[in-house]
């Protein structure tokens, strides 16, 4: 059986790792803050991703409007244009366009990220 003194040794042990170390000191001056600042949030990631997203948006949303759509408007009666098709009072044909380039662009983040994730990329 351990001691008082092994216990209490382990226990200073234990506080000693669960204390938090010193945080480090502030930034002097506004270029070192500025680059704390990027370092801090991963701005520069960031912005990659929000660049590329909006450009994903744009090649979806013409892969919708230019591949998927023509092929859906076979399904219509003759002479329909898919962008101004009404049911009834609604005009729904801009509306699924704008749901199917959504779902396409959800999918292919969840694929990108479902790949990151199998190959430990973040």
């Given at each position: 059986?351990?001691?008082?003194?092994?216990?209490?040794a382990?226990?200073?042990?234990?506080?000693?790792?669960?204390?938090?170390?010193?945080?480090?000191?502030?930034?002097?001056?506004?270029?070192?803050?500025?680059?704390?600042?990027?370092?801090?949030?991963?701005?520069?990631?960031?912005?990659?991703a929000?660049?590329?997203?909006?450009?994903?948006?744009?090649?979806?949303?013409?892969?919708?409007?230019?591949?998927?759509?023509?092929?859906?408007?076979?399904?219509?009666?003759?002479?329909?244009?898919?962008?101004?098709?009404?049911?009834?009072?609604?005009?729904?044909?801009?509306?699924?366009?704008?749901?199917?380039?959504?779902?396409?662009?959800?999918?292919?983040?969840?694929?990108?990220v479902?790949?990151?994730?199998?190959?430990?990329?973040?």
């Open positions: 059986m351990a001691s008082d003194d092994d216990v209490l382990e226990l200073r042990k234990i506080t000693a790792l669960l204390e938090k170390p010193p945080t480090p000191p502030a930034p002097k001056g506004t270029v070192q803050e500025f680059k704390a600042f990027l370092s801090a949030y991963k701005v520069l990631g960031l912005a990659v929000f660049i590329l997203g909006l450009y994903l948006g744009n090649v979806v949303k013409a892969l919708v409007t230019d591949l998927i759509l023509p092929i859906v408007s076979y399904a219509l009666p003759p002479g329909t244009n898919i962008n101004t098709y009404m049911v009834g009072p609604f005009g729904v044909g801009d509306f699924a366009n704008n749901v199917l380039t959504f779902l396409i662009v959800a999918l292919v983040i969840f694929l990108i479902k790949w990151a994730t199998k190959y430990n990329i973040s």
